[in-house]
């Protein structure tokens, strides 16, 4: 009969894909369905193993469509801090003495399945409470930050109206620093409603990319010392190698530069006088050119007859 309805649906999946169960079950049938029974109990593990070890990183508030490319940018940035666990011990007086975990888009305990991004644990009687959930996030940023905030807390109680708490980390720039000084500034819990944990932490993450693009008078600085050098190596290896000078010789067109400053003379001179260049000049100078013979004016007038 179909044997017996593959038997019996392969005892209902194997109690419903329960490993325990699949195995004592997939031991006890016939050979013909033993072989699927092993394959299907293999697959399930596979599959439980596979959830397992993939840990839940952040979920933004919303539709997963909803989410803008700036906050799926911000998650992606902050991935390397994933890794990292960060803990803050807080005492105030004998009455409050608390533990903060906390861990960047994963749960601070991925065994309890509670999403707790933020954690409170008292140490005095070890109860934890969650300040902040993973898969109620929301990002955003400045210049030099970023501000990640978990909500869908545990409930405050009789503070805040009940609401459910939420964590506020607020991750400053610092260069050269993958993550540190984690620390709890202070709790808001004294309004009616909206109140919050506030954190701070330094990370290079939240920096700013440095400019390493090259402004328009760099590039042409750049190309003309280039262009002075090509021309200062290439014409002396010329001069060297191919036409054999020596001494100053070797420098390319040595006879324009060692005119240089007389065309440059010239040049300014040509441009800056302001009488036409025919024009008898104001002074006489005192160079040997400048003496010649005596006027022939002369003052025998003044002699006695």
Known sequence: MTMKLVCRGLKVILCKVNPLCSLWYASRMSPPCHTSALLLVFMALAVAGAEQSEERSCDVIGDESSESQMERALLK????????????????????????????????????????????????????????????TQ??????????????????????????????????????????????????????????????MDSSVACPAENSHLSVGSILLITFVSLIAVYIIGGFLYQRLIVGAKGMEQIPHFAFWQDLGNLVADGCDFVCRSKPRNAPAAYRGVGDDQLGEESEERDDHLLPM
């Not at 666990?85 to 991925?110: A, D, L």
């Not at 501000?147 to 009940?162: A, E, F, N, T």
């Open 77 to 136: 940035k902050l991935e390397p801090l994933s890794h990292m666990r960060f803990n803050v011990t807080v005492e105030k007086g004998k009455t409050e003495n608390y533990i903060y975990h906390f861990r960047v888009c994963r749960e601070v305990n991925s065994t309890s399945h509670d999403f707790g991004g933020l954690v409170q644990t008292d140490r005095q009687n070890g109860k934890t409470t969650v300040i902040g959930r993973i898969n109620e």
């Open 139 to 200: 990002v955003f940023n400045g210049s030099d930050w970023i501000m990640l905030i978990y909500k869908g807390g545990d409930s405050y109680g009789r503070h805040c109206s009940g609401e459910k708490r939420r964590a506020v980390i607020m991750i400053s720039c610092k260069r050269g620093v993958t993550a540190s000084s984690f620390s709890i500034i202070s709790e808001e819990r004294e309004k009616e409603q909206e109140c919050f944990y506030l954190f701070e």
